[in-house]
């Protein structure tokens, strides 16, 4: 009975926090899923749009295509609204500009491209909204497109704006005066110089702009999607891919810094596996199946691939090739349809034979539709980088020192007891029911982030964390039921049942602590391997160098050693083989110890945590 109260208080919690993160996730702004539709997540009709005492007033209806256009968002009678989300849209609806600043109550999102979309940054109450958009060298007929949310209840979805139209702006530089070069003494040649070199020496390895086919019209004429974020609009990509249809072909184009191969995969979801990829190489382009967390399989295409050309400009790899809007290939169940449908796109690039990618890999964070303009935003791996870390809180900042406390410190506090029972036992099981805790709750959180297990032999054999971590999951869940039905202390069973539990405990602690080290080769979360490695090892020196010192002080003061849990079922130390009348100052050292131990954990804990989430 009291094990499944413990339970379902564990699970009251942790449904605590989940409710509280739904609940106040959108008070800060409208969630990128809602791009296309503009619409709250609230499962509530929207109010009708003829009956809103919002508008959408704009400062032209002609505006330059270098130039801006100011928008304001409000009523007449100052009503006040809670949340609102704003874009600007041309005749065949696809998202056009960006919003330079966001304003005092707004915050940019990216929903096809950079600064494209505004939300609110808070729930407050606000009377208007005040913005400038920029064309971006667009030209033709837009909209602005505002949704109004007054309440949780009442909102007002799409208003428009007039029609605006974007007319061809000057683009050409100013003349730069001649007269400046020639005033300056014909002497001082050398001096200007250094600044240039300075210039060179700071600009890192993929700054500076890239001349490629793939970078021409992203955003505008064409969709991108490429490395790091944002890279489209300045040509920094280490690897993208662009996309178009024409007619009744999609037109494919991409690019990678260096040579080997770049692929995109089109997938029903972010993950690996069920996906038509197309790879692009020296040697042209060809279609294979990606059945899952292994090597792709060339495939039997029905897509009409068909190579447009290929090159290698300054040690770079750019291919052109097109295929049918329809995709199809026996090897896989997907049957693509980029005319009805919205898919992921999966992207990598790698040197020699196509395989299970490493880090080289990025992937949609939305389905995206593949007929309609824009750029991509990269998705996000938060839900498992929170799993790294619930688990290095468990088993490096709990199970660590719940070890130390249940082997050593037995009587270190003499005749002190919490709720009926000794302070060390309470705490040993205080750290172990929260790494317990926090171990259900990194389960469901990489549960969540990849919909189960999904590993091929092939991924387990280059990195087993899948396999280590569930084992120590399995263990940490018979730990609390071994301890539950643990036998008196002097039964028969009482010494089986310490052999079994400290087996179990040990692999469980050995086993866990491999799978943290495990991850920093996992490609999912690129953890800066180096850094997070020295900690782990740090922490091991000092997890082992205080067993050292206090068995060594054991030894020195010929104590007996006593069983993992010698108490009673109300705490009392019946069995113990020492004297209970230990002095205090012999006990000082333990205590000195136990105290380091726990703040050099905490550092351990703080800093891995970091350099994952970062």
Sequence with gaps: MFVRMKYNAALLILSVLLQSYSVSGFSSGAPTSQCGSLTPGHDLAPLDNSMSPFNVQIGATTVSSDGSLSIKIGSPSNQAFKGFMVQVRDDADNI???????????????????????????SEDKTSVELT????????????????????????????SDLVTVEQGDSSPEP?????????????????????????????????????????????DKSCFGEPAGCESKSTCDY????VRKGDKMVWEGFRRGSGYVAVG????????????????QDGVAEYANLGKSAPKPATSTGGVNLISTENKDGNLYCKFESDLKLDSSEVELKANTEERDYHLLIAQGDGKL???????????EPLSLTVIGIAGAGSNLLLRLHGVCMIAAWIGCVGTGIIMARYFKQAFPGKKVGGKDLWFQAHRSLMMMAVLLTVVGLILVL??????????????????????????????IQPIMAFFRPHPGTTFRGIFNIFH??????????????????AYLSAVQIPAVGYVVCLVLYIIGYVAVHLTLSLKDMCQNKAPTEVHPMTTNGKMTDMTESDDVSEKSWKLHRTLLLVFIVFSFVIVFATSILVLV
């Design 240 to 243: 993208i891919f662009s996309w």
């Design 96 to 122: 056009i500009g960006s919003f330079p600043n966001p304003g005092t109550s707004g915050r940019h999102i990216q929903c096809s491209h950079k600064q494209d979309t505004v939300t609110h940054q808070s």
């Design 176 to 220: 730069e005066p001649e007269s400046e070069p020639e005033s300056e003494p014909e002497a001082e040649p050398e001096a200007e110089s250094e600044p240039e070199a300075e210039a060179e020496a700071e600009s890192e390895p993929g700054s500076q702009a890239l001349s490629s086919p793939v970078f021409d019209g992203c955003g505008q």
């Design 448 to 477: 969540v982030y990849t919909g189960g297990w999904h590993y091929s032999a092939e991924f387990i054999r280059k990195n087993p964390h899948p396999v280590t971590g569930l084992v120590t999951i399995i263990l940490a869940f």
């Design 502 to 519: 400290w087996s179990f405990g040990s692999a469980a602690f050995s086993l866990g602590v491999t799978s943290i080290f495990l991850s």
């Design 266 to 281: 089109i997938s029903e979801d972010p993950k690996m596996g069920n996906d038509v990829v197309f790879l692009c190489n």
């Design 133 to 160: 958009w920029s064309p971006a060298k667009f030209t033709g007929k837009i909209k602005v497109l505002a949704t109004v949310a007054v309440d949780y209840s009442h909102y007002y979805v799409k208003l428009e």
């Design 355 to 365: 395989s299970y990618h490493g880090k080289n890999r990025i992937f949609s964070g």
